[in-house]
């Protein structure tokens, strides 16, 4: 079973409730805890050893990237990220320095980022680590930008460059907290979600919520060195550009403009983020599915984006 089919499993006898503005199936939770002129976002992840990252990978790397997952999806929402509480499970045999390093990581993303750490919960777990972060950030009420708003004609909008994490960038990658807060002040973005399990299986997770198709321009997809580098070496069996669809753990923005707003995206975001690549890589349509157009031909798009249950190879 994959990852997606077993979350809607899980997911399907699930009842909500008053507050519930949106429950399962988005980055965040969005709900309505009564404080006038705002929404609450309320977001969990959790990452473990031996899947999200190596024996040897440094503590506080490690720490890091716990929390920096959670601030891409509340970034994703158009929201500002708030307070943390976390959960650390140990191994039988650990090292307190380590556990002690790897909190130390973390809280340095949290003050860089204004998030107060303020409780959590430590329990033993087996043979691997695993580090458990629950974020609550909030949004003004009405103005969460969901995956379900995309429309067709929207274009299709990704920032920073794409593939190859696993080189490193999967740890040092800075959640687009800022920039998305930006997108939502300055423009009517219609639908958001973060890249972390690859742009060809993100994207459809917003083709899904929304009733639409999408193209893709392969020539304009921003793929990173790191992905072109470990295809050169021989280190990846992917394309550079199946890397840039298909790897995980990229945690950039995908999004969705009207197109008469295209370039003015273009134009303010250079000039707001010099620094952070931005890229028309499509457009939305209403036939179903997601082609991609190279140089030639147009094409369906069956690969998708990683998958957690997956098998390794």
């Known amino acids: 079973m994959k990852e997606f089919e077993l979350i809607s499993k899980l997911t399907a006898e699930l009842e909500s409730g008053p507050g519930v503005i949106t429950g399962p199936g988005d980055d965040c939770a ?26 040897d990978a440094a503590p506080e790397a490690v720490g890091r990237k716990a929390l920096a997952r959670c601030l891409s999806d509340v970034a994703a929402m158009g ?16 090292d307190v320095d380590y556990a002690a390093s790897v909190y130390r990581g973390l809280n340095a993303l949290a003050k860089q980022f204004g998030v107060t750490v303020v409780g959590g919960e430590t329990t033993r777990n087996g043979d691997r680590l695993l580090l458990n972060v629950a974020l609550i950030g909030d949004v003004a009420a009405g103005r969460a930008i969901l995956r379900s708003g995309a429309r067709v004609g929207d274009a299709v909008f990704v920032s920073g460059e794409l593939g190859g ?3 490193g960038r999967h740890f040092d990658f800075v959640p687009r907290v800022k920039e998305a807060a930006w997108l939502a002040d300055a423009f009517d973005v219609h639908a958001m979600i ?18 639409t198709g999408a193209e893709l321009r392969g020539t304009a997809i921003p793929i990173s060195r790191a992905a072109k580098d470990r295809a050169r070496d021989g280190v990846s069996k992917k394309t550079p550009l199946l890397a840039a669809l298909t790897d995980g753990e990229d945690f950039e923005l995908l999004f969705t403009v009207a197109p008469k707003n295209a370039v003015a995206v273009l134009d303010g975001w250079k000039g707001a983020f010099p620094d952070v690549r931005i890229s028309c890589v499509g457009k939305i349509t209403s036939e179903p599915g997601l082609r991609l157009r190279d140089e030639r031909r147009m094409m369906e798009l069956t690969v998708g984006g990683f998958d957690h249950l997956a098998e390794k190879d």
């Open 194 to 211: 973060d890249l972390s399990d690859g742009l060809a299986g993100d994207l459809r997770h917003v083709l899904t919520a929304s009733g």
């Open 30 to 55: 969005v709900l309505d805890v009564g404080v006038p002129g705002r929404h609450l976002l309320f977001k969990t992840d959790a990452i473990v050893s031996g899947c999200h990252f190596d024996a």
């Open 79 to 94: 929201g500002t990220p708030r307070h943390a509480v976390v959960t650390l499970g140990v191994p039988d045999e650990f």
């Open 165 to 167: 994490s696993i080189a």
